[in-house]
């Protein structure tokens, strides 16, 4: 694999089983340790605040040079980059500020967002010059001992932010399937859990197999949870989640589904 240069693509990716122990190895400068966490926090950190952390690991052309996390809430509105580092080994290539400009692009497509914000910590070799660069202005509030910065959102003539969310919704789907061996169910089941962090409305995925018996029961439960009605759709658009149903669509005898706001 050739070395990452100036030239570079830069893309933001998932974070997947395949690719997680390269990006937990990306580390900063040991200067630069006070600033930001490691990959591993911030990944722990994202999966128990799964229905608020949106992340992506960095890459230039196919190496992974980095990793940014995002706070999104639209229900509040409120979009605060929550972490973002690129290894010492490839700093000072562009290729932060080109993974914030793909980061931007990417709130402007969440509901009533109108500014992005950001903290650091006021020591010196703070990101503070970085972030002014990008369009980060000094907001003059403190937040646990980090200076607050923001970011206006800029759209073309003719763009608004996207409209509010609705109502928080949930879809749940009971599975009869045509070879019912608790092998071919587990199996089937971990299929369903794959969706987790591959669909990016997807907030919340419970996956659960039959314990009980009787003439009435289905054997597997899907639970999936959106920020609402337009997640779903979005969901069920999805190329993943349009792999999955296909294969369900041949290895089920029977489905049923219950969708409510709450």
Same mark, same amino acid.
Do not use: C
């Given at each position: 694999?050739?070395?990452?240069?100036?030239?570079?693509?830069?893309?933001?990716?998932?974070?997947?089983?395949?690719?997680?122990?390269?990006?937990?190895?990306?580390?900063?400068?040991?200067?630069?340790?006070?600033?930001?966490?490691?990959?591993?926090?911030?990944?722990?950190?994202?999966?128990?605040?799964?229905?608020?952390?949106?992340?992506?690991?960095?890459?230039?052309?196919?190496?992974?040079?980095?990793?940014?996390?995002? &706070? !999104?809430?639209?229900?509040? @509105?409120?979009?605060? /980059?929550?972490?973002?580092?690129?290894?010492?080994?490839?700093? +000072? =290539?562009?290729?932060?500020?080109?993974?914030?400009?793909?980061?931007?692009?990417?709130?402007?497509?969440?509901?009533?967002?109108?500014?992005?914000?950001?903290?650091?910590?006021?020591?010196?070799?703070?990101?503070?010059?970085?972030?002014?660069?990008?369009?980060?202005?000094?907001?003059?509030?403190?937040?646990?001992?980090?200076?607050?910065?923001?970011?206006?959102?800029? &759209? !073309?003539?003719?763009?608004? @932010?996207?409209?509010? /969310?609705?109502?928080?919704?949930?879809?749940?789907?009971?599975? +009869? =399937?045509?070879?019912?061996?608790?092998?071919?169910?587990?199996?089937?089941?971990?299929?369903?859990?794959?969706?987790?962090?591959?669909?990016?409305?997807?907030?919340?995925?419970?996956?659960?197999?039959?314990?009980?018996?009787?003439?009435?029961?289905?054997?597997?439960?899907?639970?999936?949870?959106?920020?609402?009605?337009?997640?779903?759709?979005?969901?069920?658009?999805?190329?993943?989640?349009?792999?999955?149903?296909?294969?369900?669509?041949?290895?089920?005898?029977?489905?049923?589904?219950?969708?409510?706001?709450?």
């Amino acid at each position: 694999m050739t070395e990452p240069t100036r030239e570079s693509t830069v893309t933001l990716r998932e974070v997947t089983k395949e690719n997680a122990r390269e990006i937990i190895k990306l580390q900063v400068s040991e200067a630069q340790n006070q600033f930001v966490a490691p990959n591993t926090i911030s990944i722990a950190q994202a999966y128990f605040e799964r229905d608020r952390a949106w992340f992506r690991a960095i890459y230039a052309d196919d190496t992974p040079v980095g990793f940014l996390m995002l &706070y !999104d809430d639209p229900r509040e @509105p409120e979009y605060f /980059l929550w972490r973002l580092m690129i290894d010492e080994k490839y700093q +000072k =290539l562009g290729f932060a500020y080109r993974a914030m400009q793909l980061l931007i692009e990417y709130v402007k497509t969440r509901p009533s967002a109108t500014s992005l914000g950001v903290s650091y910590v006021p020591a010196e070799g703070s990101p503070a010059g970085f972030y002014q660069k990008v369009g980060f202005v000094e907001t003059g509030e403190v937040h646990e001992g980090e200076n607050v910065m923001r970011l206006a959102l800029n &759209y !073309d003539e003719g763009e608004t @932010p996207a409209p509010p /969310l609705g109502k928080p919704l949930t879809h749940v789907v009971l599975f +009869k =399937l045509k070879e019912r061996t608790p092998e071919n169910i587990t199996q089937t089941a971990e299929l369903l859990r794959s969706m987790s962090g591959n669909v990016p409305t997807l907030r919340g995925i419970e996956v659960g197999t039959n314990v009980v018996e009787s003439a009435r029961a289905y054997d597997i439960a899907l639970i999936t949870r959106f920020d609402d009605l337009a997640g779903m759709k979005a969901y069920q658009a999805h190329p993943f989640h349009q792999e999955i149903l296909k294969h369900m669509h041949e290895a089920a005898e029977a489905a049923v589904a219950v969708d409510y706001e709450s």
